[in-house]
């Protein structure tokens, strides 16, 4: 038996054999949102408050100390009488007796503009880098302009000095701690009006606690430079794959 063609079946094309190519999936630019400005670490950071009242308090007092020699007039004339005297009483240990009589009291009176002025920079270097450290943030909120330019490159210089004055204020304590004989920093049986830990001794400490509480602030703020700086560039390159899409 003969059959005809169907035309409809011999003229229909086969089927193509398609290949589908993996779908690719694009971030969403919801997804690539960058992080809000709140939630940014910033190179500022809040004054510590107690640091700088330390600073404040002990650079007063030797501002105090030192202003009072100024003010006397001729504390350099009278430091080597006034050393011969204590070194005469003999309460100071051998070496340091030794090195006031035959080192400082010949130069008593270079010595003597050396101390005055010394006590009076230190204590106006810490007590001006305690201030400007509690008005910092206030200057870091306000608009800038040139004043704040300014105000931020004292502070900059001051920071860099203040340890500087704070080693050479725990210096001076040290030496007069040892000009009172090295009394003992610790309990004895006594009255003790007025307290018991000696003045130069005290202020030799807090000066300690000052350079070490400025370089710790110092380090941290340096690790939050870091931080900004490195978003900072996490968000450029974010903002640069966005402009691609």
Not at 166 to 171: Q, V
């Amino acid at each position: 038996m003969i059959t005809q063609p169907n035309s409809h079946v011999e003229a229909r094309p086969a089927a193509l054999d398609v290949q589908h190519e993996p779908h690719i999936h694009l971030p969403r630019r919801s997804h690539l949102r960058l992080e809000p400005q709140e939630g940014r670490a910033t190179g500022t950071q809040p004054p510590n408050i107690a640091l700088a009242g330390l600073q404040i308090i002990v650079g007063y007092e030797w501002l105090l100390a030192g202003g009072d020699k100024l003010l006397l007039g001729g504390f350099p004339a009278q430091m080597g009488k006034l050393l011969l005297t204590i070194v005469g009483g003999g309460q100071l240990l051998g070496f340091f007796a030794s090195i006031l009589r035959e080192l400082v009291v010949p130069n008593a009176v270079l010595f003597g503009y050396l101390i005055e002025w010394g006590e009076t920079l230190a204590g106006l270097g810490l007590v001006t880098a305690g201030l400007l450290a509690l008005l910092r943030s206030l200057v870091e909120h306000s608009p800038g302009g040139r004043s704040t330019a300014m105000f931020m490159s004292g502070f900059r210089l001051v920071e860099r000095l203040a340890p500087l004055a704070a080693i050479g204020a725990g210096l001076l304590g040290l030496s007069y701690f040892f000009l009172d004989g090295l009394p003992k920093p610790w309990f004895v049986p006594s009255i003790a009006f007025g307290g018991s830990i000696d003045m130069g001794l005290f202020l030799a400490a807090a000066s300690v606690v000052l350079v070490v509480g400025q370089l710790v602030q110092r380090h941290q703020m340096r690790r939050i430079s870091e931080i900004d700086a490195a978003i900072t560039q996490d968000e450029h390159e974010k903002g640069s794959f966005l402009h691609a899409l």
